[in-house]
């Protein structure tokens, strides 16, 4: 393989390095590409770009691969449950059973909220859409915080551990709160009995008549999808929280950030997305084939499908669709919703029109409908995706605060708005002497 890439241009001939990744994967440097040319590279959506070197998450795309620390997500997601997934991520290793049960005691000891942040609740209007109450206190919490926002790297990285399982466990508790408050129902506090998953559903759903407390089938289906959400590189939420990072912000206004960034329909506003979709494909009485049409003409979105890096199946999508059937069938419940999910995939994956452009199910095509069947509210459900992500985002904002080469993410632009014109008319400067 060549150890450079060379560059004609203007008449002049250039050596570029390459930076070649744990698995191959080449990058081109252009780190000096204007100082060197006064040219710059373009990328509109950065999908050529890589904007930094990472040894959290590997994907490849094209093989359907996905892998945390280097174990591969099919297995994470056969033998392990969220919380020793998230320590995977954010620690850099698969906890030992003790350290696995210091960590779910460390998580349960901080699932708890300053009473202050109770209040906000009160303010937020009663159709506030969950993912803005989200981020809204997710920074609010972090004033809780001083030792850990202090906008001094070194000095917030001394309590990375304790933000981190702080993080980790309290996001629940924001969103079982949100829940609840939009329900008019009073807070519920966690269980110490109850294992992560489980203890956020009695969270989310206990009655003051009577405890809820989940079947492990369906305790299980949610810590699943927790688990399949925990990271995936530079996605948009992802970059955006290594964006924020850059500039020296605290973990938690990073993490706000990311929450908004994941709101979009193209990211993860698609799970809201996908149902919204399906329940209305069910209400035309169409069993999937119209849609596809409107899909290929331009008139409708297929959402759940397609991605930006993967241009083979999502394996989270695959695995996702297997529990989507599990839940169902172990509650005893019915989905026409699967139905038409199914019917669409096989539909989508033999249209030359998805065929060719490589669009296949992705993390959010079945995900929505595990989510119904627990009964999590639709507008909940970016929230469900953001609680998963967590893990994701706190080790990326770690590794760009702990990075002592960390440049404040400045990308460039090529100007295209007017050249420069003579100064305006007399009126406006008459109009300024009067309003000097
Ligand atoms: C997530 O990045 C991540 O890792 C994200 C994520 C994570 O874990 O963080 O995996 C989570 O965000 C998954 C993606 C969820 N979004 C959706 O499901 C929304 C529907 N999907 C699309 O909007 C789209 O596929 C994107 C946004 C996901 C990717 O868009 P790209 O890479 O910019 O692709 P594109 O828009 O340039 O599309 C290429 C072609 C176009 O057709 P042509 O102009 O070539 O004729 O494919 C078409 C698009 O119109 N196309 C679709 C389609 N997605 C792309 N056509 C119909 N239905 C779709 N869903």
């Given at each position: 393989m060549d150890k450079t890439a060379k560059l004609s241009y203007n008449g002049k001939e250039y050596e570029l390095p390459l930076i070649v990744g744990t698995e191959n994967e080449v990058g081109i440097d252009v780190r000096d590409l204007r100082a060197k040319t006064g040219a710059i590279t373009y990328d509109e959506g950065y999908a050529n770009t890589g904007s930094c070197q990472s040894s959290i998450t590997y994907i490849d795309g094209e093989k359907g691969i996905l892998r945390h620390r280097g174990y591969a997500i099919e297995e994470l997601a056969d033998k392990c449950s969220f919380l020793a997934v998230a320590h995977l991520i954010v620690h850099g290793k698969l906890p030992t059973q003790q350290e696995l049960d210091a960590f779910r005691f460390d998580v349960h000891k901080n699932c708890t909220l300053h009473t202050g942040m109770h209040r906000h609740y009160e303010v937020f209007p009663a159709d506030a859409h969950p993912?803005?109450?989200?981020?809204?206190?997710?920074?609010?919490?972090?004033?809780?915080?001083?030792q850990m926002t202090s906008n001094n790297h070194k000095r917030d990285l001394e309590h990375y551990e304790e933000a981190a399982t702080l993080l980790i466990s309290k996001v629940r508790l924001l969103a079982a709160m949100t829940y609840r408050a939009k329900m008019g129902m009073p807070f519920a506090y966690p269980k110490r009995s109850l294992p992560y998953t489980a203890n956020f559903l009695h969270m989310m759903f206990t009655e003051h008549y009577e405890d809820y407390l989940p079947t492990p089938e369906v305790a299980h289906a949610l810590d699943?999808?927790?688990?399949?959400?925990?990271?995936?590189?530079?996605?948009?939420?992802?970059?955006?929280?290594?964006?924020?990072?850059?500039?020296?912000?605290?973990?938690?206004?990073?993490?706000?950030?990311?929450?908004?960034?994941?709101?979009?329909?193209?990211?993860?506003?698609?799970?809201?997305?996908?149902?919204?979709m399906l329940e209305s494909i069910e209400k035309d009485g169409d069993d999937g084939t119209r849609f596809i049409e409107a899909a290929k003409s331009g008139t409708a979105r297929l959402m759940g499908f397609g991605h930006r890096v993967y241009k083979n199946y999502d394996p989270r999508a695959k695995i996702l669709g297997l529990a989507a059937e599990n839940v169902l069938s172990q509650m005893g419940k019915r989905d026409k919703k699967l139905d038409i999910a199914r019917k669409l995939e096989e539909l989508a994956l033999t249209d030359p029109y998805f065929i060719e452009r490589k669009l296949y199910p992705n993390v959010d095509f079945y995900s929505g409908i595990i989510l119904s069947a627990i009964?999590?509210?639709?507008?909940?459900?970016?929230?469900?995706?953001?609680?998963?992500?967590?893990?994701?985002?706190?080790?990326?904002?770690?590794?760009?605060?702990?990075?002592?080469?960390?440049?404040?993410?400045?990308?460039?632009?090529?100007?295209?708005?007017?050249?420069?014109?003579?100064?305006?008319?007399?009126?406006?400067?008459?109009?300024?002497?009067v309003n000097r």
């Open positions: 993912m803005a109450i989200l981020s809204s206190l997710l920074n609010a919490l972090g004033c809780y915080y001083p699943l999808f927790f688990l399949l959400h925990a990271d995936h590189e530079q996605n948009c939420s992802t970059s955006t929280v290594r964006m924020v990072a850059s500039g020296g912000a605290n973990l938690f206004a990073s993490i706000s950030a990311g929450v908004s960034a994941l709101w979009g329909p193209s990211h993860g506003g698609a799970n809201m997305a996908v149902i919204e009964g999590i509210p639709t507008n909940m459900f970016t929230v469900m995706f953001a609680i998963g992500r967590m893990p994701g985002w706190i080790a990326h904002w770690k590794e760009v605060a702990s990075n002592p080469k960390t440049k404040i993410y400045r990308p460039r632009q090529v100007y295209n708005g007017e050249v420069l014109r003579k100064y305006a008319c007399d009126y406006t400067s008459s109009l300024l002497r």
